[in-house]
């Protein structure tokens, strides 16, 4: 029998089986009622997952062209720009940004470590002026494991008028997060993460202060034109041709998340990232992300001496079926990544550290097999 494959990477996730009989439903008219009752109960139902009472607007993309999308949209070339950055996807925003004529100051952080509100406090209590346009910021870094304290670098940035751009494509739907209680403008996530749907549309929330900038902003644009998009909204349609499969498989995903209610989601996270780096550590194995700060979402692993992340993923992959991520960047050879996102019960967590355990055996690393799962058992079951 082929080996039975659970996928344990940061995104895309599984996908449950409802969501992907959904999208084998037959074509509809994008321009007809069929489709505007999906756009319908859509928009009700990322504005709820969003926590928002503002646009959400819903692009064919990976979640990079969100965030492109959202550099294209609120700034224009020579615009001074502050970046948080704790990892590849905070280099990611200033790359993009860059291309875009952004002038990019980076506030850059140890792997592993958070951003740092005062710190961001401090440099922008230096601009009195207010020349630094927008603060982009990565909610939670899935090359390191690390969330970042959103919630207070918002508050932080709060006097200043700067936009404040937040990636959210791995913790949106996952982590907690309130975009209109805690003053953020632009919130980027993707489909493939915690929705559980599959990858290809990424969403964009926008704050009236958002659209204001955007009104002046001069970037050239046409199809990430996000004023076309908002727009139509009163139409109930999609500018262009929607990607409408996708649209079947979002709504029955966000219908998934509302039965199991959007705090029960962020609580099931929260138990899968205890269990998860309770398990880790009694193996032995360190962390890469500051306690404080670790991720409820993806956990990196740091290789143990003498042993090669390559050759780990292999054996786990190819002897006990468990898909875990690599590192990505400057991190490829030092840590290997156990994402927990999406569609993933505590049964998974247990599974993946059974095969941790035998795949560290079989490579000569010294484990006592069970020692992981039952430290991530304890933690399930004091759950209650
Ligand atoms: N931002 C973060 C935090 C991510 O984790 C990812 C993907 O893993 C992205 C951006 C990019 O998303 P995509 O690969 O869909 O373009």
């Known amino acids: 029998m082929p080996t039975k494959e659970l996928l344990m990477i940061p995104g895309p996730t599984p996908v449950p089986d409802r969501v992907l009989r959904a999208m084998a439903a037959p074509m509809v008219n994008h321009r007809g009622e069929a489709f505007a009752k999906v756009f319908d109960?859509?928009?009700?139902?990322l504005k709820k997952l969003y926590l928002t009472d503002h646009e959400v607007i819903v692009l064919p993309a990976a979640g990079t062209g969100g965030l492109e999308a959202a550099v294209v949209n609120f700034l224009s070339p020579g615009d001074r720009v502050l970046a948080l950055v704790t990892g590849v996807f905070g280099e990611r925003w200033?790359?993009?940004?860059r291309a875009y004529g952004a002038e990019v100051e980076v506030i850059e952080t140890t792997s592993g470590q958070a951003a740092d509100p005062p710190e961001l406090a401090r440099r922008l209590a230096n601009d009195p002026s207010g020349e630094i346009k927008a603060v982009l910021i990565t909610h939670n870094e899935t090359s390191t494991g690390v969330t970042n304290p959103l919630e207070e670098l918002a508050a932080a940035a709060a006097s200043h008028p700067a936009l404040l751009m937040v990636d959210a494509v791995s913790s949106l739907g996952a982590i907690p997060l309130r975009p209109d209680a805690w003053g953020l403008d632009v919130v980027v996530t993707g489909s493939q993460k915690a929705m559980m749907a599959p990858p290809g549309l990424a969403f964009l929330s926008v704050s009236p202060k958002g659209w204001e900038r955007a009104a002046?902003?001069?970037?050239?644009?046409?199809?990430?034109?996000?004023?076309?998009?908002?727009?139509?909204?009163?139409?109930?349609?999609?500018?262009y041709t929607p990607a409408v499969s996708l649209w079947f498989a979002l709504r029955e995903a966000l219908a998934m998340i509302e039965e199991e209610g959007l705090e029960a989601a962020w609580g099931r996270h929260a138990l899968l990232g205890r269990m998860t780096r309770a398990g880790v550590r009694a193996l032995g194995l360190d962390l890469l992300a500051d306690p404080d700060y670790a991720s409820d979402t993806v956990t990196a692993v740091q290789m143990p001496a003498k042993l090669e992340a390559k050759a780990l993923r292999g054996e786990l992959r190819k002897k006990y079926g468990v898909v875990t991520a690599g590192g990505q960047g400057k991190l490829t050879d030092s840590i290997f990544r156990l994402g927990h996102v999406g569609w993933v019960d505590p049964k998974d967590i247990l599974q993946s550290l059974a095969a941790l355990e035998l795949a560290l055996d079989s490579l000569g690393h010294s484990v006592v097999l069970g020692t992981g799962v039952a430290a991530a058992q304890t933690v399930w079951k004091e759950a209650g």
Do not use: M, S
């Open 41 to 45: 109960e859509v928009t009700v139902g």
């Open 94 to 97: 200033v790359k993009i940004a």
């Open 216 to 239: 002046a902003a001069t970037n050239p644009k046409f199809y990430w034109d996000l004023t076309t998009y908002r727009k139509q909204i009163a139409t109930r349609q999609t500018p």
